[in-house]
């Protein structure tokens, strides 16, 4: 990214990637406080098919170690702040 | 340490003779495989990241563990190594060998939002094991010094701050014969965690007869593998395998297999691989994830023994795999069904090579009421559904005897079914500090209780239908009901005993996990958020989907001793629910019931 995404940006770029991954039937409204787990029923695989979809998108590779401190959508939007900042 | 990246894969074919693993010791074994070409290969992102030739394995290791010696530890101390797909890894391991130190390789794997349950459980491995020495690559390291911060140890830290300790002028006394060659703790559950002392002698039995009967190795077999260092087909399979058969092998970390599996193939395609092994899921996700032009880019050709373990084989998936990859050069006949565990250092059986996978049907009526595994013929399968398929695992190694048992103990004839036993000398000596529950397991005469249920076919192929200890397997990874249930009991809400975790089988088949849970909140509203936080704990520590189903007091099924019986408890959840196989809109009607 040659530009530095301010985290608005980030967060309603995660909203819509994380849309499709709520089943249908679950009344839903994401926001920053949304647990990716818990909330989503997303289990590893599917965590997975997320992170590809987020670092195409992003462009940007999410180290494996950023996980455990993820829990929210706004825990996620946070880190890939900071690691974009980093890519500058 | 300086590496000099060379880009270029280390080459299949060596300039040694080969050996297939008729070595004394671990140490000794890449002694000789240093002599040679070939070496280890590390992708990351699809892209060759690090060349690591068995020379220069050896050289980093020796220097490495003459620093280990400075430390002046007690012979056969412990060096907890988080396990990730590195080469330092590989370094470590090694270095403990020449140094007469036992490496205990520790999950790399983290869960979404697991911070808390990864430390614990990193605490409770490294003091278990009463480790001396921890190592973690950089990116975990904040982890692991979180989690030793109460422990005594006589280092902590990064494989980059380890070199920064002297170099000892003492000889090196490699570990050899009866001493362990490393702990493994895949095989016990989270919180009360197993590891399988697997000695010197045992791997490298293991090992011999892998190469030699097994897998057949020859001079033009190369590997690919995905699977994670910390899991004994990962560690003995993929990282000692090819040391003690001196080949070259192209590693990928399970994270990048698991969010872009399509690299597995292309690694194997590029390389002309022979030798590739993981469990179903694997297989399954591939064959998921594949687009039509990597179909017409992929050569599959090479792939020699595309073998299959961890978990219960369902022929019809890897069916659809060998369809899927047919155009690519993929070979059914290279399907291999493997069968093993930790306890046996690594390998039981493998299927015979070149035949694919072979199924065994019988009477499923036979089976379930009197044990026995009358064959069918597999014509009327589709329109009798009482019969049940198997695919069979193949002989045991040379080395194994083998024996079928009835819950008194008596061996029963071929085609009964019962508990497997084994004995060789490929079997662990003990599990680590726990004579309990090694005794459980492991008779004073070697016997070791597989706790796999099994029966023998008139050909001697070992057949599994299921397991007697209530392991839970989802996606390759063994979850024990007990850390579940733990976990569960920890709720204030919860009595303690009142809780059943057991496997259903999920939509397409596959198992997921459940949980019934005494609990004595009334409230609509607060039992909900039990249930969530539940689901959430679960998720933080598993990463999986758990269905959990609050019940009354004393509604879980007892033994008469009064001891929760797991398996009455799934009997009972899946009446209520009304159906044994699972769709997806069953598994809201599951949801609903609840």
Same mark, same amino acid.
């Given at each position: 990214m040659g530009v530095k995404s301010d985290y608005q940006d980030i967060l309603n770029k995660l909203y819509e990637i994380v849309?499709?991954?709520?089943?249908?039937?679950?009344?839903?409204?994401?926001? $920053?406080?949304?647990?990716?787990?818990?909330?989503?029923?997303?289990?590893?695989? %599917?965590?997975?098919?997320?992170?590809?979809?987020?670092?195409? =998108?992003?462009?940007?590779?999410?180290?494996?170690?950023? #996980?455990?401190?993820? @829990?929210?959508?706004?825990?996620?939007?946070?880190? +890939? $702040?900071?690691?974009?900042?980093?890519?500058? | 340490m300086k590496d000099k990246v060379s880009m270029q894969v280390t080459p299949t074919e060596n300039t040694l003779s080969l050996r297939l693993a008729d070595f004394n010791n671990l140490s000794e074994a890449l002694d000789y495989a240093a002599k040679g070409v070939t070496g280890c290969n590390f992708y990351r992102r699809g892209k060759l990241s690090f060349v690591l030739p068995y020379e220069k394995l050896r050289e980093d290791s020796i220097s490495i563990a003459r620093r280990l010696s400075g430390l002046g530890l007690k012979r056969g101390s412990r060096v907890a190594l988080i396990a990730d797909t590195d080469p330092d890894f590989l370094r470590f391991f090694f270095a403990c060998q020449y140094a007469g130190l036992v490496p205990v390789p520790m999950p790399a794997f983290v869960n979404m939002g697991g911070h808390k349950a990864y430390v614990s459980q990193l605490n409770r491995l490294v003091s278990i094991c009463g480790a001396s020495v921890a190592i973690a690559p950089k990116a975990f390291s904040s982890f692991l010094v979180e989690a030793v911060k109460t422990l005594d140890l006589s280092f902590t830290g990064t494989p980059s701050d380890f070199l920064k300790l002297p170099e000892s002028k003492e000889d090196l006394k490699p570990l050899d014969g009866v001493e362990p060659a490393y702990i493994q703790y895949t095989s016990g559950s989270t919180r009360f965690p197993r590891g399988a002392v697997i000695s010197q002698a045992s791997v490298i039995s293991n090992l011999a007869e892998i190469g030699a009967y097994g897998l057949k190795i020859g001079r033009t077999d190369r590997s690919v593998s995905w699977l994670p260092f910390y899991h004994d087909m990962g560690l003995v399979g993929f990282v000692l395998g090819p040391v003690a058969f001196q080949r070259s092998v192209d590693y990928l970390s399970?994270?990048?297999?698991?969010?872009?599996? @399509?690299?597995?193939?292309?690694?194997? =395609?590029?390389?002309?691989?022979?030798? =590739?092994?993981?469990?179903?899921?694997?297989?399954? +996700?591939?064959? @998921?994830?594949? *687009?039509?032009?990597?179909?017409?880019?992929?050569?599959?050709?090479?792939?020699?023994?595309?073998?299959?373990?961890?978990?219960?084989?369902?022929?019809?998936?890897?069916?659809?795999?060998? &369809?899927?990859?047919?155009?690519?050069?993929? %070979? %059914?006949?290279?399907?291999?069904?493997?069968?093993?565990?930790?306890?046996?250092?690594?390998?039981?059986?493998?299927?015979?090579?070149?035949?694919?996978?072979?199924?065994?049907?019988?009477?499923?009526?036979?089976?379930? #009421? *009197?044990?026995?595994?009358?064959?069918?013929?597999?014509?009327? &399968?589709?329109?009798?559904?009482?019969? *049940?398929?198997?695919? *069979?695992?193949? %002989?045991?190694?040379?080395?194994?005897?083998?024996?079928?048992?009835?819950? @008194?103990?008596?061996? #029963?004839? $071929?085609?009964?079914?019962?508990?497997?036993?084994?004995?060789?000398? =490929?079997?662990?000596? $003990?599990?680590?500090?726990?004579?309990?529950?090694?005794?459980?397991?492991?008779?004073?005469?070697?016997?070791?209780?597989?706790?796999? +249920?099994?029966?023998?076919?008139?050909?001697?192929?070992?057949?599994?239908?299921g397991r007697k200890k209530d392991l839970i397997i989802i996606k390759g990874r063994n979850i024990w009901p007990q850390d579940l249930e733990c976990l569960a009991q920890l709720q204030p809400e919860v009595r303690s005993g009142g809780v059943a975790a057991f496997s259903v089988p999920g939509p397409d088949g596959s198992e997921m996990a459940a949980m019934m849970v005494e609990c004595r909140q009334p409230d609509k509203e607060k039992r909900h958020e039990i249930k969530e936080r539940l689901k959430r704990m679960v998720f933080e520590e598993f990463g999986i989907d758990c269905v959990i189903c609050l019940v009354s007091r004393n509604v879980l099924p007892r033994t008469t001793s009064g001891k929760l019986s797991r398996s009455e408890a799934r009997k009972r959840f899946l009446d209520r629910v009304g159906t044994t196989y699972l769709t997806k809109t069953d598994v809201d009607l599951y949801k609903q019931a609840i």
């Open positions: 849309t499709p991954f709520i089943d249908e039937g679950i009344d839903l409204e994401l926001n $920053e406080d949304t647990e990716l787990g818990p909330d989503l029923g997303l289990d590893s695989l %599917k965590v997975m098919k997320l992170l590809l979809i987020v670092e195409d =998108s992003f462009d940007v590779s999410i180290p494996l170690n950023i #996980l455990p401190d993820v @829990r929210t959508i706004k825990d996620f939007a946070k880190q +890939l $702040e900071a690691l974009l900042q980093e890519e500058l | 399970t994270y990048d297999f698991a969010v872009r599996p @399509r690299q597995w193939l292309t690694i194997i =395609s590029e390389n002309h691989a022979t030798i =590739s092994i993981g469990p179903p899921f694997g297989y399954e +996700l591939s064959a @998921r994830c594949i *687009k039509e032009d990597d179909i017409t880019s992929l050569d599959l050709s090479s792939w020699r023994c595309a073998g299959i373990g961890a978990e219960m084989i369902r022929a019809e998936q890897m069916e659809d795999f060998a &369809k899927i990859f047919a155009p690519c050069g993929f %070979k %059914k006949t290279a399907f291999v069904a493997c069968y093993g565990m930790a306890e046996c250092s690594l390998a039981v059986s493998f299927s015979a090579l070149n035949r694919g996978l072979e199924l065994d049907c019988v009477d499923a009526d036979e089976l379930a #009421l *009197k044990n026995r595994a009358v064959p069918c013929d597999s014509t009327q &399968k589709a329109s009798d559904h009482n019969i *049940k398929t198997f695919v *069979k695992c193949g %002989k045991p190694l040379p080395q194994y005897e083998i024996e079928v048992r009835d819950s @008194r103990g008596a061996v #029963l004839p $071929e085609r009964h079914c019962g508990l497997l036993f084994l004995r060789g000398p =490929s079997i662990m000596s $003990e599990y680590f500090g726990d004579p309990e529950t090694t005794a459980e397991v492991l008779s004073p005469d070697g016997w070791l209780n597989t706790g796999d +249920l099994a029966y023998i076919t008139s050909d001697g192929d070992i057949v599994i239908t």
